[in-house]
């Protein structure tokens, strides 16, 4: 029975080629009345980390159902899968190496194929750099359509998906060890230390030397200085009051920070 579920997109393509609208003109091929989601297709080249975490904090706020494709593909024409999973939320359709482990982290798989049928495919045979156009688009056009997971390829074992290896937070003598998981387009800085971490505690966070005091929005500090927050994702973030953590403390991806508890909340 034909459906017309809504398609995402993610990817590292940018916006000044041409190869996001070719994706939605290979998808409006195969049925022009899908409603298709641009998710961002502004993830830094490459970056699975910054993918996962995308995916992550977007797809629970879509219909079940919704097939999201995404496309940060490193491996791209190597022997790493092309992979389609069913997942309570709907469906992932993209590379197999650990661009979806974050959502499955939270809603675990219950199904998926490797995408061998060429009859959901493009063409038969795919260029082998633009598996987003030539394979990813139109199988999931196909999936919103109603095909059933299984016609678009063989069964995979679902504890065979590759997961991305991200450190969790952790412990310390004075808090919680973790690290910038994230960075916005503001140059907010988001950890990877939950909010259930530090509710109902007093507590700061520490970055190298610098301390930063805690608030409940962006504007509970001075234009220009630092605060530490619950992000609307529901992780510890650092942010500037009109301005950019990242530059002001001069961190990257993956940098270290430190949630620092109050004496009397450390046991």
Known sequence: MSQNRIVTLLSDFGLQDVYVGVMKGVIATINPQLQVVDLTHQIPPQSLAAGRFSLLNACPYFPTGTVHV?????????????????????????PDNGLFSGILSLSPAVAAVELTNTAYWRVPHPSATF????????????????????????????????????PESHPTNVGIAGYIQYI???????????????????????????????????S?????????????????EIAVNCGSAQSQLQVDWGGSVEVVLSKTNVK
Request: net charge negative; with cysteine.
């Open 131 to 166: 598996h987003g156009r030539d394979i990813f688009s139109p199988v999931a056009a196909h999936l919103a359509k109603g095909v059933a997971l299984e016609a678009l390829g063989e069964r995979i074992d679902v504890e065979s998906l590759v997961k991305l290896p991200i």
């Open 220 to 236: 509970d500090t001075q234009t220009g200085e630092l605060v530490a927050l619950i992000g609307s994702h529901g992780w510890v």
């Open 184 to 218: 916005d387009y503001f140059g907010n800085l988001v950890t990877n230390i939950p909010a259930e971490a530090v509710a109902g505690k007093t507590w700061s966070v520490a970055v190298g030397n610098v301390v930063i005091p805690v608030g409940q929005t962006y």
């Open 70 to 94: 995404g496309v940060v593909d490193p491996g791209v024409g190597s022997q790493r899968r092309c992979v389609a999973v069913a997942f309570p939320g709907g469906f992932l359709v993209g």
